[in-house]
């Protein structure tokens, strides 16, 4: 496959470079919750204002309606310009629960809640996994009773980013106490304003609280806010599980190509002086070179996987090679570092991404779901005994 850019595609990417040059913030984004959560909707917003809500959602919800070849083309011009990283507190909202509303929600969901996230207004967190129920999805337990026009939640949801300052939630639950695994399960809009909602913050290795514990205690929740049908959140959920393994992970493959590029810059700066450092050792070159090839190979593999408009199972090949690359990466930047790994700011602050890394492997489906997925779906092979 020969990757060769168009002339309009030249003429959109100055376009982007110019207006992030001219709007990236210059102040670096803070550690304490709550100041992350006014600088990333301030970010938004400023995209939004300067006409760059989406690249590639609708244009009547606010964005532009480009193909996802542009899409690539403003990641990558982020990565460039250094702009805030992918992974903020819309993260949820942009890549999970906009793409699903886009793909199964009904015309009201679409027109009311897109343009909120777009505007930075409002963000959004996922209540799928629980305890006993994580990379297991189709175990979940919290039920949801209908009682009138709406449904009434009980239980409880771990593992919720951005819980604690969501206004939304996408929240799968079971609605047929009598049904199993992935039959009468129901995917809704929740907002987490409503009463009988708890929210309890689990603190990280590296000191944040993006991650939560979610109660629900009799909370109702209208059944217009049903995304697809009551019994049909199976269904929903897998576009959802897509999106993460597929698309979303485009501004992720391109943030790591830049930092294996920024250690190879590090590394070769280091060594050129007359007192070389042990990293100088040709043992950290090979590991650096295999590391660039491969992220060349994972961008690749994006490209191809955009050129035939496919994501699903292809999207968990791209999401296994990208979780395991990003912590073979961390690794290599903390034998680097050396006794230096112990600041965890060092080097542009490697070892707190070393931390982060440890959940790749885990988070959106383990690197062994992944396998299975890549096994049964792409490969043909059968299917483990669990999945009989």
């Known amino acids: 496959m020969k990757i060769a850019e168009t002339v309009d595609e030249a003429d959109f990417r100055q376009q982007v470079r110019a207006w992030l040059v001219a709007n990236v913030p210059r102040e670096p984004r803070p550690e304490e919750a709550d100041a992350q959560r006014d600088f990333d909707v301030a970010w938004r917003r400023r995209q939004f204002d300067g006409g760059w809500g989406h690249i590639a959602w609708p244009g009547p919800y606010g964005g532009r309606g480009l193909p996802l070849a542009s899409q690539i083309i403003w990641f990558e011009e982020c990565a460039r310009a250094k702009a805030p990283g992918h992974i903020d507190m819309f993260f949820v909202a942009l890549q999970h629960a906009g793409p699903t509303l886009i793909a199964c929600g009904n015309e009201r969901q679409k027109s009311f809640h897109l343009p909120l996230i777009l505007?930075?207004?409002?963000?959004?967190?996922?209540?799928?996994?629980?305890?006993?129920?994580?990379?297991?999805?189709?175990?979940?337990?919290?039920?949801?009773?209908?009682?009138?026009?709406?449904?009434?939640?009980?239980?409880?949801?771990?593992?919720?980013?951005?819980?604690?300052?969501?206004?939304?939630?996408?929240?799968?639950?079971?609605?047929?106490?009598?049904?199993?695994?992935?039959?009468?399960?129901?995917?809704?809009?929740?907002?987490?304003?409503?009463?009988?909602?708890?929210?309890?913050?689990?603190?990280?290795?590296?000191?944040?609280?993006?991650?939560?514990?979610?109660?629900?205690?009799?909370?109702?929740?209208?059944?217009?806010?049903?995304?697809?049908?009551?019994?049909?959140?199976?269904?929903?959920?897998?576009?959802?599980?897509?999106?993460?393994?597929?698309a979303a992970s485009i501004p992720q493959v391109i943030e790591l190509t830049r930092g294996v590029e920024e250690l190879l810059e590090y590394v070769a700066s280091s060594t050129s002086g007359h007192h070389a450092p042990p990293f100088a050792a040709s043992e950290i070159g090979a590991k650096l070179a295999a590391a660039r090839a491969d992220a060349a190979a994972l961008k690749a593999m994006v490209h191809l996987m955009i050129a035939r408009n496919a994501a699903g199972s292809e999207g968990s090949m791209v999401r296994l090679f990208l979780s395991e690359l990003a912590q073979r990466v961390s690794n290599i930047a903390m034998d680097i570092l050396g006794p230096d790994s112990l600041d965890r700011d060092a080097l542009g602050g490697w070892p707190r991404h070393y931390l982060l890394a440890l959940k790749h492997t885990i988070a959106g489906g383990t690197s062994e779901i992944q396998r299975n997925i890549i096994g049964e779906r792409i490969l043909g092979l059968p299917r483990g005994a669990k999945g009989r």
């Open 119 to 246: 505007r930075g207004e409002a963000i959004w967190c996922q209540g799928f996994s629980e305890p006993g129920a994580g990379s297991d999805l189709a175990a979940i337990r919290t039920r949801g009773e209908v009682d009138g026009d709406s449904l009434v939640i009980n239980g409880q949801k771990i593992w919720t980013s951005f819980g604690r300052s969501a206004r939304y939630q996408e929240l799968l639950i079971r609605t047929d106490p009598a049904s199993s695994r992935h039959q009468g399960l129901t995917f809704v809009i929740c907002d987490m304003s409503t009463p009988g909602i708890e929210v309890r913050p689990i603190r990280n290795l590296v000191g944040g609280d993006d991650f939560c514990e979610v109660f629900y205690d009799d909370v109702r929740v209208p059944l217009e806010n049903v995304v697809g049908d009551l019994g049909k959140g199976w269904e929903v959920a897998m576009s959802t599980l897509g999106f993460e393994r597929g």
